[in-house]
């Protein structure tokens, strides 16, 4: 797939919205890509997770993994496409870890898949995660990089299936809330 059939699949699916944000990082945005909006359609999730693979079919990976929760299924549908096992971390007391069993073997070669990226915090600790039991983290692969290529993974090389690059304020700077704009209500958690 390429970009602009990224792009053009999100918003038919209404998973790119605009107004007033709050993202899970804390800043505020005029823009969001709820990525469930898409994901909730097995075929189209299926799609973006082959264009995922697609770039690793050769790079020998032997698990994919993803942070929960939308990461659990595009790290199912991933190691699908390439064959591989797809495991999940999650957190527990704010840190994150595997969890349910997982592990890795000392050298295993992991993909590491994310749905949305703004400051890449959570992949960091994803890296580390890997890293700390015995994984070579090969790649990073993003559905949306909305961090406007300022999320960083060191020697750990990324690719997003669509870049955007999207304005983002901390909440004290933040022109939306100057001129009084409410939160929009969005995901799971009905926030504001």
Same mark, same amino acid.
């Given at each position: ?51 995922m693979a697609?770039?690793f079919k050769?790079?020998? @990976? ?7 929760? &939308?990461? !659990?299924?595009?790290?199912? #549908?991933?190691? /699908? *496409?390439? %064959? ?27 993909? @590491? ?7 890449? &915090?959570? !992949?960091?600790?994803?890296? #580390?995660?890997? /890293? *700390?039991? %015995? ?58």
């Amino acid at each position: 797939m390429t970009e602009a059939e990224v792009k053009e699949l999100l918003i038919k699916t209404g998973a790119i919205m605009d107004g007033h944000f709050l993202l899970t990082s804390g800043l505020h945005s005029p823009h969001y890509v709820e990525k469930f909006n898409v994901l909730q359609q097995p075929k189209y999730t299926q799609q973006l997770c082959e264009a995922m693979a697609e770039k690793f079919k050769d790079a020998n @990976i032997e698990t994919v993994v993803g942070p929960m929760t &939308g990461g !659990i299924l595009l790290a199912h #549908e991933t190691g /699908k *496409a390439l %064959g591989t096992r797809a495991i999940f971390t999650e957190r527990v007391d704010g840190k994150m870890t595997f969890r349910r069993g997982f592990s890795l073997h000392e050298g295993e070669r992991v993909l @590491i898949v994310e749905d949305i990226v703004t400051t890449g &915090g959570s !992949i960091k600790e994803v890296i #580390e995660v890997v /890293k *700390a039991h %015995g994984g070579v983290p090969v790649a990073v692969s993003m559905l949306v990089d909305r961090s406007g290529g300022r999320a960083d993974f060191g020697e750990v090389p990324c690719t997003a299936l669509l870049h955007m690059d999207v304005e983002t304020y901390q909440p004290e700077e933040c022109p939306l809330c100057q001129q009084g704009i409410e939160m929009t209500k969005r995901g799971s958690t009905g926030k504001k």
